[in-house]
């Protein structure tokens, strides 16, 4: 489950538009790449995957991986849209 912490966190991004956010799940697009993410937390236990698609017409897919916290997950993102826009 998504802190309040983790949520404020998120927001301090400019590089993402946030769709959707609550301690379950966060939506976001990011103005990078153009691709948009969910970000899913476990209720029983910390950590989140992550959904992953490339345009709005496309298909969500799982990511490989699990991560830590919501920062893990938005630092992986981060490094993807670096690779994809390089």
């Known amino acids: 489950m998504f802190s309040k912490e983790d949520l404020e966190y998120l927001k301090q991004h400019d ?3 946030i769709t959707q956010a609550n301690h379950h799940d966060v939506t976001i697009h990011s103005l990078v790449s153009g691709h948009d ?3 899913v ?3 029983e236990n910390p950590g989140c995957y992550i959904l992953h698609r490339h345009n709005g ?3 969500f897919h ?3 991986g699990r991560y830590k916290s919501l920062k893990d997950a938005l630092d992986y993102i981060k490094r993807h849209d670096k690779f994809y826009s390089s």
């Open 15 to 17: 590089a993402y538009t």
């Open 37 to 39: 993410w969910i970000m």
């Open 41 to 43: 937390s476990n209720y």
């Open 57 to 59: 017409r496309d298909p």
């Open 62 to 64: 799982q990511q490989q």
